[in-house]
């Protein structure tokens, strides 16, 4: 992957990442950030994914990969077994929302969520015309979204306090640019670093 | 794309081995057949073990018998596992009956057939003498073990017992242990067996007979487990075993009736014609005793720990004999140690012989996972 289309989220989280660590990305998708970070800093990784397409995708590239659905839970991994689990955009598509966040905190020492924030002014005009927002960061029409979820940088943060998950650090992106104010309307991409409390 | 480049051995081994069981061989042969060619490093040997009545004909056609090796869509030229880049080695193990030392073969101390008297043999003395069929080779370590079912649990304990001597375990179909389940099968397996008039406790070569009936029983249990519900609902429903516009009636007789029994019937014959049933008695048993954590107080995280290889675990939706719950007790005790390991779960309908049958997305998995293992050689 060259340098100038990684993605600003892997960046992003990648600040967040010792070398040397242990890594667990849930819904890893075809592992384009799993190679990203395994060159970026020599971490020992493991992906999670369902579809045997990515998962395939994932074996091609020489990456490890667990197939198993997410909502089914964590059996598989140990507590605080990892240093860092990472959900990237793939909390709005679960069912099981608190069970998993509570999963993560378990299996790790430290948890990345990162998901698109519903939120930004964009999409609340397009509810003001009555219409369901599709944008870059929520690319899909109402009737074919993987999400089954929407949220918001406020929703998450209320959520999050009332479940025992503590938050480290947070990042909101749009376009790609962090944003330092104004964030549940401005930003596009929510990036969490948490931990159980 | 180049020849299957058969080559046929009978390598004979005459330093004792020692077996689980205390006892010992003093001298014994084994059944040998290779695939493509051994590179000069000699860095990419595959050894392929079996499960329980399959043999060292792994790949293409059997010039003498013409029958077609029980793994042929996974092996050969432009296959999964591509012998145009690997040197695949098929071992027909201990114990069993194709040509290998096993209760069929003349005991150099009775000059009489072995019989009941042939040791029991586990999954690790077979891993042990596989290793020596390695050092024939002068092959130092393996690029990769790989088998399912039974064949499975030698790849698992491959990495067990030399984990410096194997690169990467292909773990299909497979299970750490049997289940109560599964050891229950095989029990009436035998018992259908032993309890054959015609096995005379397991000496029935000096009778000129063999304990048809019993392997015909223990033929048939065994089919039904490796298929699935679904399977059989598609493949034989409740269809009657009629001529083909003949009406569909009852003919209240115990002749075969169904279409099921009619298969399970020629499943039986034919491999009671084939098999040894001393051969099905300690292959069974040895699925039974596999049990690698047994020694750590029933820890696989612990019995895992020594592994150095990186595994690839592979399981099917429908396969209740060796289920996907199993497979993933391996997968959770090689993430304890940390250690490197893929796990696909194919959403496949044929139960348990899924391992052997060519379904698109499982060949996907093992192809990109050799060739991925071929760039790591070059």
């Known amino acids: 992957m060259s340098q100038t289309v990684i993605r600003a989220d892997f960046s992003a989280i990648a600040k967040w990442i010792k070398p040397q660590s242990t890594l667990l990305d849930l819904g890893c998708g075809d592992g384009e950030f799993l190679e990203y970070i395994r060159a970026q800093k020599n971490v020992r990784t493991y992906g999670v994914e369902i579809s045997d397409f990515s998962v395939l995708a994932c074996v091609e590239k020489g990456l490890d990969v667990i197939q198993q659905d997410l909502e089914a839970g964590l059996a598989l991994f140990e507590n605080q077994s990892f240093d860092m689990v990472v959900l990237s955009q793939t909390l709005q598509t679960i069912h099981e929302t608190e069970s998993i966040l509570k999963e993560i905190v378990r299996v790790g020492k430290e948890c990345v969520i990162s998901f698109p924030n519903f939120a930004h002014w964009s999409h609340r005009i397009d509810i003001l015309l009555g219409r369901m927002p599709v944008s870059k960061s929520l690319p899909y029409d109402w009737y074919n979204t993987p999400n089954v979820r929407v949220l918001t940088i406020a929703d998450f943060e209320a959520l999050a306090s009332q479940i025992g998950i503590k938050i480290i650090d947070r990042v909101v992106l749009h376009e790609g640019k962090e944003l330092s104010w104004g964030v549940n309307l401005l930003g596009s991409l929510a990036i969490y670093r948490v931990q159980s409390a | ?378």
Request: charged residues 20%; glycine residues 8%; contains cysteine.
């Open chain 2, 1 to 378: 794309m180049t020849g299957l480049n058969t080559q046929s051995y009978t390598i004979q081994f005459n330093e004792p081995l020692a077996l689980k069981s205390g006892a010992q061989l003093g001298s014994y042969s084994l059944e040998v057949q290779t695939y493509g060619q051994l590179n000069s490093l000699k860095t990419n040997a595959v050894l392929v073990c079996h499960a329980l009545n399959a043999s060292h004909h792994v790949a293409g056609k059997d010039p003498t018998t013409n029958q077609t090796g029980w793994w042929d869509n996974m092996i050969g030229p432009g296959k999964p596992l591509d012998t145009d880049h690997f040197f695949v080695i098929g071992v027909n193990n201990l114990g069993s009956c194709f040509g290998s030392t096993g209760p069929m073969s003349i005991d150099p101390a009775t000059q009489k057939p072995y019989g009941s008297t042939f040791p029991l043999v586990t999954v690790e003395d077979w891993v042990d003498s596989q290793a020596r069929v390695a050092d024939h080779f002068g092959i130092q370590k393996f690029a990769a073990v790989m088998g399912g079912s039974l064949g499975g649990m030698q790849a698992l304990s491959w990495g067990i017992q030399y984990p410096q001597r194997v690169a990467h375990c292909l773990i299909i179909a497979s299970a750490a242990n049997l289940s109560a389940q599964n050891i229950a099968f095989n029990e009436i397996a035998r018992n259908a067996i032993m309890s054959d008039p015609d096995f005379y406790e397991g000496n029935y070569y000096a009778h000129e007979v063999t304990p048809r009936r019993g392997l015909r029983v223990a033929r048939m249990i065994g089919h039904i487990t490796y298929l699935s519900n679904d399977d059989m609902a598609e493949k034989f429903g409740r269809e009657l075993k009629r001529i083909k516009g003949a009406p569909q009636d009852y003919q209240f007789s115990f002749d075969t009736e169904f279409e099921v029994e009619s298969y399970l019937r020629y499943q039986g014959e034919k491999f009671a014609d084939y098999f040894d049933a001393n051969t099905y008695l300690l292959i069974t048993r040895a699925l039974d005793y596999f049990d690698p954590a047994k020694t750590m107080g029933g820890d696989l995280s612990k019995a895992l720990e020594v592994i150095q290889s990186k595994s690839l675990v592979v399981s099917f939706t429908t396969d209740w004999r060796f289920a996907p719950e199993r497979s993933r007790e391996i997968v959770k005790a090689l993430l304890d140690n940390k250690r490197s390991v893929t796990y696909a779960e194919i959403d496949a309908p044929h139960g348990h012989d899924a391992f052997l049958l060519d379904d698109a997305r499982y060949h996907a998995i093992i192809r990109a996972y050799f060739s991925r293992m071929q760039k790591e050689l070059t």
